[in-house]
């Protein structure tokens, strides 16, 4: 049974980065064919991909996200994480951290992190 678990701050101020990670059990982020997604959903709004890194190292970005989000891996942790920088209040959001493979739906997800950008 694949678990995925999200950490992070549950604050953060205007203009800071938001850091947040993602700890995978019960399975390798590194086997093929797998891709490890970030998704957030902002308060009354549906859910928005954010960019996801696939079990070779490749990342993949929201073009509308990319000029400010960075995503890595640490395989020896089994963790990969999500950075978005210079963040606004309209980031405010649960962010999911989830796993799908190739392009098939996502099969497993995190629980979910509120996470508000508030000074």
């Known amino acids: 049974q694949v678990q995925l678990q999200e950490s992070g701050p549950g604050l953060v101020k205007p203009s800071q980065t938001l850091s947040l990670t993602c700890t995978v059990s019960g399975g390798s982020i590194t086997t093929s064919y797998y891709y490890w997604s970030w998704i957030r959903q902002p308060p009354g709004k549906g859910l928005e991909w954010m960019g996801a890194?696939?079990?070779?190292?490749?990342?993949y970005y929201s073009p509308s996200l990319k000029s400010h989000t960075s995503i890595s891996r640490d395989t020896s942790k089994n963790q990969f994480s999500l950075q978005l920088s210079s963040v606004t209040p309209e980031d405010t959001a649960v962010y999911y951290c989830a796993r799908a493979e190739g392009a098939a739906p996502y099969d497993y997800w995190g629980q979910g992190t509120q996470v508000t950008v508030s000074s």
């Open positions: 890194i696939a079990y070779d190292g490749s990342t």
